[in-house]
């Protein structure tokens, strides 16, 4: 699996080493489709505190495309949280075989 952070603040890459495990850990069940996932951190306001904290996951795997997912909430833990598991719901999602539509019965009267 290839995992790519990047951040525009360099006092964000402190966070890397546990992004990384992050994303391993959430996506283990993805292992077989060979997913690649990248992880953008940024602070939307700068340093100061607040609902700005900004991560943007993207996972693409063979045969399900790419999804991209962001999330801006109060810390970065919770940032990373939402944003991969909402992307790793969303890929499985993909990778599922579409449904027939199941058509009404008209009812006569």
Same mark, same amino acid.
Request: charged share 30%.
């Given at each position: 699996?290839?995992?790519?952070?990047?951040?525009?603040?360099?006092?964000?890459?402190?966070?890397?080493?546990?992004?990384? $495990?992050?994303?391993?850990? =959430?996506?283990?069940?993805?292992?077989?489709? %060979?997913? *690649? /996932?990248?992880?953008?951190?940024?602070?939307?306001?700068?340093?100061?505190?607040?609902?700005?904290?900004?991560?943007?996951?993207?996972?693409?795997?063979?045969?399900?495309?790419?999804?991209?997912?962001?999330?801006?909430? $109060?810390?970065?833990?919770? =940032?990373?949280?939402?944003?991969?598991?909402? %992307?790793? *719901? /969303?890929?499985?999602?993909?990778?599922?075989?579409?449904?027939?539509?199941?058509?009404?019965?008209?009812?006569?009267?």
């Amino acid at each position: 699996m290839q995992i790519i952070f990047e951040s525009r603040e360099p006092w964000l890459e402190r966070l890397r080493g546990f992004a990384v $495990r992050r994303v391993r850990q =959430a996506t283990r069940p993805l292992d077989w489709l %060979a997913p *690649r /996932a990248r992880v953008q951190m940024s602070d939307v306001q700068g340093a100061r505190d607040g609902i700005d904290k900004r991560c943007q996951v993207e996972l693409t795997a063979e045969g399900a495309g790419t999804v991209v997912v962001t999330s801006i909430t $109060r810390d970065w833990g919770s =940032a990373l949280q939402s944003a991969l598991s909402r %992307a790793v *719901r /969303a890929l499985l999602l993909r990778l599922q075989p579409a449904r027939p539509r199941r058509r009404a019965l008209a009812h006569p009267r």
